[in-house]
């Protein structure tokens, strides 16, 4: 069958990137064959794992169950794009610290879940932290690390926050 | 896996929209959140000819809340209708179901909509429909028709909607005063679809007993198994009525069946247990309001 291709372009950590897909192409593997970012991982396809979750418009989405054409236009963030500027984020931070990954098949997934869930939620209640990471599966660690991590995240970034804002009074005094 | 070939359009207005479904009849699927649709594509459990991807379609992620109740339009997320306070005041129950479907990211993408047409009888929101007698909105090129939720889900994974017909909205009525509601259910995994599951609304007279008393029942039967437990439990204060009992005229009301996740007998034990606790649940909400 010869397969009509369809050109889109997607804003891809900040950078702008075009791919021509047919219309079935999942997300995932537009990201990982067309555009080379490997580091959203695929483990089930169905919706199950969330390996392959990454922020779409900011918002935590399953790419696996996202077509390319569908999200043409629009901002996706993967793994690759937390770091800012050389720097590990709080929360990638916290997990190497919290040691709440080990194979790191699923810690893309989670990565990306709780960087949008502590956005939103930045002093999160220990029901609320369960809750936010429990649609993402991990084989390895037994999830209390990954649980520690979400909460030490959230007080790496509250530290960040008031440090920023004593710097801004200082420069402001 | 991956999903097989299919030829993908995206309409930017209704109009479009519906021109293609009519063009493309049987072969033809709508394309909402996803969630359902692309997991069977995935799994090459369906091989559409055409798929209609809805959600440029300008106009279609309302969510109106007043009074009488909550229309909830074809791209409104499972997220946004959880989020709505409009939606929760008008009618509570919207609120208590959507937290038990999926994972909050699912939710992100996934719609109201197309769970209720997607029909699968372990889902929460067809039970929600059926629970308070809401209705479809379909439209295709000969016009739109209002379909009640009692003739909307018609097997597992079926529902009214013909082929060339685009669900646009879906409205969730209110219930009148002194009323109160409340979703139980239980799942082999946090966000799994339910193994069991009750929906309930309850709704008080003047001197707080008990005048109506409905449940919905999910994984029991090949739709939305709809109750009305009125007579078993009114017209009584909620403190007063015969518990077992409401939970044996239930567990008569269902034939589950048994699957590789819970046997028939397991299932109807399930259900009796959980709509005596979505019923206290919902009369103590309803009591809730009265104050
Ligand atoms: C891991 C996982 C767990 C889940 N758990 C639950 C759960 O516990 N409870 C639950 O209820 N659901 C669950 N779901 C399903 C989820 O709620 C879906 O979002 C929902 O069933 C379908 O909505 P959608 O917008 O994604 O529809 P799609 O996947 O886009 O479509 C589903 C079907 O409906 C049709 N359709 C959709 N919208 C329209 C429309 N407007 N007009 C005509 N036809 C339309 C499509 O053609 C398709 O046949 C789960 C999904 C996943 C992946
Ligand atoms: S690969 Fe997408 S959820 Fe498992
Ligand atoms: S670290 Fe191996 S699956 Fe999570």
Known sequence: MNETHHRVTLTVNGVVREATVPGRRLLSDCLRHDLGLTGTHVGCEHGVCGACTVLLDGEPVRSCLTFAVTVDGQEITTVEGLAQGGALSPVQRAFTECHALQCGFCTPGFLCTVTAFLRDNPAPSEEEALEAVAGNLCRCTGYQNILKAVHRAAEIQAAEIQAAELQAEEGGA | ?291
């Open chain 2, 1 to 291: 896996m991956k999903p097989p070939p299919f030829d993908y359009h995206r309409p930017a207005t209704l109009g479009e929209a519906l021109d293609v479904l009519a063009e493309a009849g049987p072969g033809g699927k709508v394309l909402a959140g996803g969630q359902s649709l692309i997991p069977l594509l995935n799994m090459r459990l369906a091989a559409p000819a055409r798929v209609v991807d809805v959600n440029r379609v300008p106009g279609l992620d309302g969510i109106e809340a007043g009074p009488s109740g909550v229309r909830v339009g074809a791209l409104a997320r499972h997220a946004a209708v959880e989020r709505s306070p409009g939606a929760a005041a008008a009618q509570p129950l919207l609120r208590q179901a959507l937290r038990l479907v999926a994972h909050p990211v699912i939710r992100n993408r996934g719609t109201v909509v197309g769970s209720l047409v997607h029909a699968d009888p372990a889902a929460e929101m067809p039970a929600v429909l059926a629970l308070l007698g809401g209705a479809v909105r379909l439209a295709s090129l000969d016009g739109e028709r209002e379909v009640p939720a009692a003739e909307f889900f018609t097997g597992p994974m079926e529902s009214a909607a013909r082929p060339g017909e685009l669900a646009v909205s879906a409205f969730f009525p209110a219930l009148p005063a002194r009323s109160g509601t409340a979703f139980h259910e239980v799942a082999r995994r946090h966000g799994d679809y339910a193994v069991a599951g009750v929906a309930a609304a309850v709704t008080l007279d003047d001197d707080l007993r008990i005048s109506a008393a409905r449940v919905a029942c999910v994984s029991v039967g090949p739709v939305p198994v709809v109750a009305d437990v009125t007579a078993v439990c009114g017209p009584r204060p909620a403190a007063s009525v015969a518990w077992d009992a409401v939970a044996a005229a239930v567990r008569d009301l269902v034939e589950p069946e048994g699957d590789i996740h819970a046997t028939a007998d397991y299932r109807r034990h399930l259900t009796g247990v959980l709509a005596v606790r979505a019923l206290r649940d919902a009369a103590s909400a309803a009591h809730g309001e009265e104050s």
